[in-house]
């Protein structure tokens, strides 16, 4: 079936598998575009066709790995369309680099996040839709920094995958903390919400009473309420795993009591050896393919293609 839209697709190099797979199913033309790296790491975009006058333009552009790298390769790209008289230029970013910071802590910092949105807003970017965003934590459409932002979750597919390959179908569904209730909002299973703790390793208090004037310490993280899944199948899901503590604690925890443990997120950076570690401690891992690794094994394609049109 053709696709009746009056639209394009574009692919970023992190991307190119997803955006290949949205364009076999919903039958929409995808422009090509050459990327090329300089000796001195500069970046290098061109596009085979510039047909994209009075089109709706959807890029979809992943930015990790290589954070930085993405993000100039996604405002080279966006220029360029926008010399062409696009009629709308969309940005589907499955995984948004700067996420996180998204607030000020302290007197002098970046607000990261909101720069980056200032750059594409100037670049001519309409509207960005992502995916279990974490300054956003739960599905629907935002007003960030000025930007229209459609956060959808895909928290239902990664259960249904677990589900599929495991065989089990009752699961009790583990959050790793209270602020995972809206991520996990859209699953329709048991579900267990723990509680973590962080203690100094100098002086065993709670960090928030901590009074150790030792810079750089690393604090101890302990879990509660994992009593709760004794002799379950259980199901532990979060937005995102970077370095793998806060998911390592909360494996090693639940495996004391639990009867089978599987892991998934929808973002999964692994940095290090966090993935090798959690292998250590659980049935399986997975994660979707909004940044490519060995457990990224669920695809987001579905998600993606409700939005083109």
Known sequence: MKFMGNGVLVSGSNTISISEEVCRTSKIPMIEKIVRRFPDGEIYVRFSDVNFKEKNVYIIHSMAP??????????????VIREYSPRKIN????????????????????????????????????????????FCRREGTFNFFGMKIQNLTAAPLIFEYIKRESG??????????????????????????????????????????????TRKKSYKIVIKGFEKVKNKNVMILDDIISTGGTMSACALAVKKVARSVYIGCTHGLFLGRALDILKENCDLIVSTNTIKSKASKVSIAPLIKKVIR
């Open 66 to 79: 290589r954070q930085n790298d993405s993000l100039i390769e996604l405002f080279l790209s966006v220029d």
């Open 168 to 213: 089990i179908k009752d699961f009790v569904v583990v959050g790793v903390d209270a602020g995972s209730r809206d991520f996990l909002s859209k699953i329709r299973s048991k579900k267990v919400f723990l509680r973590k703790e962080k203690y100094c390793p100098i002086c065993n208090k709670k960090a928030i009473k901590c009074e150790c004037k």
């Open 91 to 134: 940005l589907i970013a499955p995984y948004m680099a700067y996420a996180r910071q998204h607030k000020k802590y302290n007197i002098g910092e970046a607000l990261s996040l909101r720069t980056i949105i200032k750059i594409l807003k100037i670049l001519g970017v309409s509207e960005i839709t992502t995916i279990d965003a974490h």
